[in-house]
């Protein structure tokens, strides 16, 4: 539990900042200058960690942790089911005399053995050699999670099987970063930027969920288990959802996002909007961009702060990417650049022409990459949340391309028409206003509908759902980008050799790649009904379905690039295509048995009480004199005939349920599409058609109208 909101006098957020972070400020302050400067080296990737400095650096830390109120620690990672897990062990143990010893070694810090058999491994083990260890990520800071009376020092690793084979995210992402920011040191080098020491992965995730009262969404048993509804929908008046957008923070929320705020400043965690999202309910949090592996760390810590700062305020939250029908679903919009050591940032553009000519190179080597790979893209956003979510009327569809505004693309076509001068008068927006910067015009230049945009300084991938633990599409975003960038080289560097400038050489490499990515590219509406006809032409539709997208994991040009990039061994994919195939089929499975019991538990009965409701009311209007009784009846046959509907249709479900329960993974998860999907359409169909006519008092899962409200 935090603390937050047990305060009665808030601390100002500058003093708490980072204050439960083993940052390089306590680093400093507490390590001898040699082994800080080791250390620091090792971080920034240039030069590997000594391991003789581990017993310094643990002592520190823990004298760090335990001056803070830590007790335990724990080394912290993401195994493969995109949580987190934390095995804690006490600092306190004895000495030979029996006395209270706070102990930490180097060893401890550097390696830790947790269990790892019922952690899933996608089949690369079996449970009797289920021995895997967590091992420092020193990339990442440690930092502290307070408890109630103490609090556990986490420390950020990588989780890896005895056969060195991993078992988290983060070695593919750590691999990633390295294909990516070795071949932009590489392209920098060409171009004869020798100074710079060092380039990094920039990612900034913006977070959407969706705030409920908990009480009234614990009566809720799809809410409990699935963290959305199976059944009910929008009331047919209420459209007036519109103003929700940015409008005012109600105080509840509000109270709820500061709390929010002041633990993970506490955690180095820096929030830089808040604000409220399309739907009612629905809300964003964006931190300020950081290093690619400190982001997606971060993000897992930005979720279980909010997740345990809900229970406090009695809020239900909600990651799920499509909790209500009929309203907008949450994604994780995932912004990404590279900077150099001297703090440039590659994707912005410049008025200067050579900065922007190396600007450009890294923008079309990305979208070689994405042209070439955009089924690893679709694949990384194809989970069961986003099954609902891409292709609705609020959310990009699935299908991959990438936007990359006017100015830019008015770039890219100067250069592919055989013009080496590129356009500049566009660059910039005049506001006439000499005291205000001139506003880079690409910025106000959205478009909202590409689930993949460049955004003035950076991409935006905008088809991650807002359960998703980012560092699988961050992971396939930097494969991608660092295979592009591979090609670009190949074609620049041959230029180069051969004596031109390199300048030059990088314009007609661009004009190359740029030709080789056209169809990728698309400015147009992605919402828009024609989109889908022209993307087939295309040749973009590479997977259909969610398990067809999973699919694409093991496509087979993929695996060449990933494996000769180092990222993923052909093993490694095949079984991380395995996990992503059974927790696709697990949570569906889940979802069929919670439908199929709400109607049982909750709906049906509802219908028989409303029925005996109409049938003794209607004899008692008849003995009354009523006459007229044409209504009276229809609606009591609606009720009937909706109730035998939901035996049909559910006894059809459980049959679907039990028969695959026997086929191999790929048939299963290919008839939970086929059939079990749209006979769950059907019974949400029938059951929101008579939700209306049962009274609040029969139905005892709260409507759309009562969960959606949070002034209570
Ligand atoms: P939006 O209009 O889409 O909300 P913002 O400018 O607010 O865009 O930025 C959204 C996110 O992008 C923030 O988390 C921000 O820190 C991040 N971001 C900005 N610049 C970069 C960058 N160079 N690299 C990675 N992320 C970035
Ligand atoms: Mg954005």
Redesign the pocket.
Known sequence: MTEGSTFREFPKMKDIYGSLVFDRREMKQRLPEDVYENLIGAIEGRQKLDSGIADTVALAMKDWAVSKGADHWAHWFHPLSEKTAEKHTAFLTSDENGNPLNSFRGKDLVQSEPDASSFPSGGTRSTFEARGYSAWDPTSPAFIVKSRKGGTLCIPSVFIAYDGSPLDMKTYLLRSMQAVESRAMKILKIFGNRGIRYVHA?????QEFFLLDRPKAQKRTDIRFCGRTLIGSRPPRDQKMEDHYLGAIQPRVLAYMEDVQRDLARLGVDL??RHNEAARCQF?F?????EANL?CDQNQIIMETMRKMARQHELRLLFNEKPFNGLNGSGK?I???L?DSEGR?L??PSANHRKNVIFLSFLSAFVLGVSKYSGLLQASVSTPGNMYRLGGNEAPPYIISVYLGDAVTAMLNTIENGDDSIPQEKLTLDLGLSKLPDIIAFDSD?NRTSPLAF????F?FRAPGASQAMAVPVTSLFSVWAAGLEEFIGYFEKRVEKGEDPIDAAIKTIRKVSEMSRTIRFEGDAYAEGWHEEAEKRGLIKARTIPEGIDLLTEPKTLAMLESLGIFTRKEMEAFHTIKLESFINNMEIEMSVLNDMIWEGVLPAISRQIILERDSFAAAKDAGLEKDERWRKLILKLAKAKTDLMEATEKLVKVHEKMAAMSTGDHARTIVDEAVPLMADIRKIADSVEPFLSSDNMPYPNYRDLLSLSA
């Open positions: 920039t990612v900034g995730g913006e830089e909007t964003e964006a931190p300020q961009f950081t982001a919009h912004n990404f650049s900077q940032n994707l912005r959205r955004t003035g300084n950076k935006e």
